[in-house]
């Protein structure tokens, strides 16, 4: 039998494969989606490892730099100001140890946390 939009036993194929194949996009759509939340819960996770992992490792470093610096500034105070600079050498040095103990530790803390955070998503 023909109708005006095509034969009457063909439509209801249509019907059928074109609710299938809707069924089978929003199936795919739950299912990205759900991967997706998937992956921002397991890069929290590591991020926040990453982040413990990476202060352990460096905690004190700008500390170490400043307690050097200051042996080292009094080391120099003594030999260049025959003692009476020593306060001096050491203050200038405590303050030249920690901006240096910060900078490298910061630099040390970015390496840690990559290392760690890179560790974390492939073993995940």
Same mark, same amino acid.
């Given at each position: 039998?023909?109708?005006?939009?095509?034969?009457?036993?063909?439509?209801?194929?249509?019907?059928?494969?074109?609710?299938?194949?809707?069924?089978?996009?929003?199936?795919?759509?739950?299912?990205?989606?759900?991967?997706?939340?998937?992956?921002?819960?397991?890069?929290?996770?590591?991020?926040?490892?990453?982040?413990?992992?990476?202060?352990?490792?460096?905690?004190?470093?700008?500390?170490? =730099? +400043?307690?050097? !610096? %200051?042996?080292? #500034? &009094?080391?120099? @105070? *003594?030999?260049? /100001?025959?003692?009476?600079?020593?306060?001096? =050498? +050491?203050?200038? !040095? %405590?303050?030249? #140890? &920690?901006?240096? @103990? *910060?900078?490298? /530790?910061s630099a040390q803390w970015r390496q840690n946390y990559?290392?760690?955070?890179?560790?974390?998503?492939?073993?995940?």
């Amino acid at each position: 039998m023909q109708s005006p939009r095509g034969n009457i036993e063909e439509r209801p194929i249509r019907t059928v494969a074109r609710n299938a194949a809707a069924a089978l996009a929003a199936a795919a759509l739950v299912v990205s989606l759900a991967a997706s939340a998937d992956a921002a819960s397991r890069r929290a996770y590591c991020d926040q490892q990453a982040r413990e992992y990476a202060d352990q490792q460096t905690a004190g470093d700008t500390v170490g =730099g +400043a307690v050097g !610096g %200051a042996l080292l #500034g &009094a080391g120099v @105070g *003594a030999l260049v /100001g025959g003692g009476r600079a020593v306060g001096a =050498g +050491a203050a200038i !040095g %405590a303050g030249a #140890g &920690a901006l240096g @103990g *910060a900078a490298n /530790g910061s630099a040390q803390w970015r390496q840690n946390y990559w290392a760690s955070f890179n560790d974390c998503m492939q073993g995940y």
